[in-house]
């Protein structure tokens, strides 16, 4: 267990779908970052939070959303969801490092 | 634009011997590089760091290698076990930037 959780693990849902991801860093955590890992694709950077503030943004598409709660989780949303969306969606949190904690994914089917 | 790039999708290692999965990258102002190890179902895990000022970084059997002149790093696993057939992904930062760029990852298979 890597102290960082991510829920649900997989997730099916039909195109034009909206859906949430969630993420709990590891305790001590300030900084999360969401990654899409596409079929034979490296990790792609979708959005950076750190304690709570935008941090950085990649090459995330405006149907996609992030936040980063007091409590410090954060959730991902999806909309309008399209064929293409299907991936695993990684979250991970670091303490000002870039020596990144990854969850073990939530694998997205959109069908 | 990939900027850090793994350009064998796989590799094959007899037990025992050594493995050398290598990176290239394009972007000067990466400062900080990475690799990373993922088994199926898993997240990846950190392996081995090693900053630009240096040029070797060693931990147990596994070495980094950076080259800036040719940029270029390489990790060295020996002897190579059955546990580390895995998925090994290349990583880079810079200008004190939090984000990591990731290579598409090389699978490492060994053969017993």
């Known amino acids: 267990d890597s102290g960082v959780t991510q829920t649900p693990k997989h997730l099916i849902t039909a195109t034009g779908q909206r859906v949430t991801l969630r993420c709990s860093p590891r305790?001590?955590?300030?900084?999360v970052y969401w990654y899409q890992q596409s079929l034979d694709q490296g990790l792609q950077f979708l959005i950076q939070y750190y304690n709570g503030e935008e941090r950085a943004k990649g090459n995330i598409l405006e149907r996609f959303s992030a936040q980063q709660f007091p409590d410090l989780h954060s959730e991902l949303n999806l909309s309008s969801l399209e064929l293409g969306d299907s991936a695993l969606y990684f979250c991970?949190?670091?303490?000002?490092?870039?020596?990144?904690?990854f969850g073990s994914g939530t694998r997205l089917t959109v069908v | 634009d990939q900027q850090v790039k793994q350009n064998s999708p796989s590799l094959s290692v007899q037990e025992g011997r050594i493995s050398i999965l290598n990176c290239d990258y394009t972007?000067?102002?990466?400062?900080?590089f990475l690799w990373y190890k993922k088994y199926p179902a898993e997240g990846p895990t950190f392996l081995i760091s090693i900053s630009s000022i240096k040029d070797k970084n060693e931990d147990g059997r596994f070495t980094v290698f950076l080259n800036k002149s040719a940029k270029h790093l390489s990790l060295h696993i020996v002897p190579s076990q059955p546990g580390d057939s895995a998925v090994y992904f290349c990583a880079a930062s810079g200008s004190g930037n939090e984000k990591l760029t990731f290579g598409t990852g090389t699978r490492l298979t060994i053969i017993p």
């Open positions: 972007n000067s102002m990466f400062d900080y």
């Open positions: 305790s001590g955590d300030l900084s």
């Open positions: 991970a949190s670091s303490r000002r490092t870039v020596e990144y904690t």
